[in-house]
Nanobody, 121 residues
Framework: QVQLVESGGGLVQAGASLRLSCAAS????????MGWFRQAPGKEREFVAA????????TYTDYMKGRFAISSDNAKNTVYLQMNSLRREDTAVYYC??????????????WGQGTQVTVSS
């Protein structure tokens, strides 16, 4: 069973940056893609970004590209989400997810517990 543990969330002011991390453990050889999703209060969970463990290719929700950047360190089984110029509307619980399918996919089998990001004005 793959386990995902996120870290790096917190309370920041608008305009600040944060880097989220997600460490995978277990049979990570089965993972072909890892992604980040977020869920704001009262809203549905939305896709943020994903990265292929096969070739490092990335995909983003269009309006987040440019401020957010996903990267990975396969040797550490860790994926990162660098978030810059944070806005109040970025406030959400951010979830890491892993898929056995290659990108593009929205079929993520494994999920972390989430990490809270709160952006104050």
């Amino acid at each position: 069973q793959v386990q995902l543990v996120e870290s790096g969330g917190g309370l920041v002011q608008a305009g600040a940056s944060l880097r989220l991390s997600c460490a995978a453990s277990g049979p990570s050889f089965s993972i072909n893609a890892m992604g980040w999703f977020r869920q704001a209060p009262g809203k549905e969970r939305e896709f943020v970004a994903a990265i292929s463990r096969f070739d490092g290719s990335t995909t983003y929700t269009d309006y987040m590209k440019g401020r957010f950047a996903i990267s990975s360190d396969n040797a550490k089984n860790t994926v990162y989400l660098q978030m810059n110029s944070l806005r109040r509307e970025d406030t959400a619980v951010y979830y890491c997810a892993a898929s056995s399918q290659r990108l593009p996919t929205m079929n993520y089998r494994y999920w972390g517990q989430g990490t809270q990001v709160t952006v104050s004005s």
